[in-house]
């Protein structure tokens, strides 16, 4: 039997319970309305627990954190490694062009050597993907983690997962830096270059002529990008092939400070207006206008098209294409390599993972000499590939994209050899 403290204190309790029942009554039914409201929406909206399974996170074992962790582990301390080694050889090499033209240690390490990091590192990106996965899964291998795997019931295509997770990441973070990072640090490391290493830069063009818009022809006779300034300049427009409008000026200004592009100022300049037989001449000393063309249309130098990013590059090739200019291939080669280079680390990494999943005698040597040799190979493909388009007139699509559609074959031809 229950003593008599206790039937007092539950006696006690639902005095209050009823108290607060009567003062609070609303309340209570207001949230009981609100649990059924919440109970019928989600009654409604159980076809939404199929997103669960949209969680990649969920997809990720214990066994994928293991290799993920490695993989990335190895690719960075790969890259630390010969970037260290390549900043070595390099101050080395440009110490004395640093001393000569008196380079500031703030601009030797913040303009110059902040951006050659990650220029360099991303260009070979491919390369330290594919020495990552050949030197970890070798040590696996070595260590029979991966026959301990496979003797599991994990099947090799099961174990590529986490592999190609990792490249996801590396390949997006890859394809970010090369489109949208690494482009203002190009500027800025070739203008340190052209102060202090004295590399040439082009900054004049002579008897430029472009299409700046549909039937306008504009045509400059000397530019000089450091001032910004032309001279000699005309301007033609035709109409049903007849010549309309013929302007002339002794200089041309672009307007850098202006809010709007293609601004432009024109010194002495004379208009011909065609009408038939008549003509129409008027002449001034200043005249603002605006014409769409460009100091970057005027005037090319190397590794130009390194300095744009992805949407100005594609830009840029849209308007000179329309302009009919044709020299736009290595813009092209340069748009479609960004893109063909992020996939390369998942051909590469499945190649790597079918040489050195399989224990050898010698180690690793054996799998990272032959991966070393597949690397280079591709490094050299895609560099022949690239001047076929620029020198040969190959398609640029099909040059930027060659290695990975040969190597895509290797790398089936691995998959099939990987053990079992």
């Known amino acids: 039997m229950k003593d008599y403290k206790y039937i007092r204190k539950h006696r006690r309790l639902l005095k209050m319970g009823r108290a607060f029942e009567s003062r609070f009554g609303w309340l209570i039914a207001i949230l009981q309305r609100i649990a059924r409201i919440l109970g019928w929406i989600g009654h409604k909206l159980r076809f939404l627990r199929v997103l669960r399974y949209l969680n990649p996170l969920r997809y990720i074992k214990r066994l994928d954190w293991y290799i993920i962790k490695k993989f990335l582990g190895y690719y960075f301390f790969s890259i630390a490694l010969i970037i260290s080694i390549s900043i070595v050889f390099d101050f080395n090499e440009n110490l004395a062009k640093f001393t000569e033209y008196h380079a500031p240690a703030k601009a030797i ?68 830096l090369s489109a949208y990072v690494i482009p203002h640090g190009t500027v800025v490391r070739q203008n340190f270059e052209t102060m202090y290493k004295n590399k040439k830069k082009n900054t004049s063009a002579e008897n430029v002529q472009l299409q700046v818009d549909k039937g306008v022809i504009a045509y400059m006779q000397h530019y000089d990008n450091n001032s910004k300034r032309g001279y000699g300049f005309c301007l033609d427009k035709f109409q049903d092939k007849k010549l309309v409008s013929h302007l002339t000026a002794m200089e041309i200004q672009y307007d850098t400070i202006s ?56 830009e840029y090739i849209s308007k000179q294409i329309n302009r009919g200019s044709g020299n736009v291939v290595q813009y092209q080669v340069e748009y479609h390599k960004r893109i063909a280079a992020s996939f390369a680390s998942f051909i590469l990494t499945i190649i790597g993972v079918s040489l050195s999943s399989r224990k050898r005698k010698g180690g690793m040597g054996l799998s990272l000499g032959i991966g070393l040799a597949l690397s280079f190979g591709y490094i050299m493909l895609q560099t022949v590939s690239a001047t076929f ?32």
């Not at 594919?130 to 099961?158: D, M, Q």
């Not at 388009?389 to 050899?417: G, H």
């Open 259 to 314: 809010d709007s592009k293609y601004h432009w100022k024109l010194s002495n300049w004379k208009v011909r207006q065609l009408k038939g037989m008549k003509e129409h001449i008027t002449s001034g000393a200043q005249k603002d206008t605006l014409i769409t063309m460009e100091p970057t249309d005027l005037v090319y130098s190397k590794g130009q098209q390194e300095t744009f990013t992805s949407p100005e590059l594609k």
């Open 109 to 176: 390490i913040f303009d110059y050597y902040a951006n050659f990091i990650p220029y360099f590192a991303n260009l070979f990106s491919a390369l330290f993907v594919f020495v990552a996965v050949i030197l970890f899964t070798s040590k696996l291998a070595g260590n029979s983690e991966i026959i301990a795997i496979l003797a599991s019931g994990v099947s090799f295509k099961r174990l590529l997962r986490p592999y190609l997770i990792t490249c996801i990441m590396l390949s997006a973070l890859s394809y970010v």
């Open 389 to 420: 388009a620029i020198q040969a007139n190959f398609p640029p699509a099909l040059a930027a994209w060659l290695p990975n559609i040969i190597f895509a074959f290797v790398a089936y031809f691995c998959y099939r050899k990987a053990p079992r």
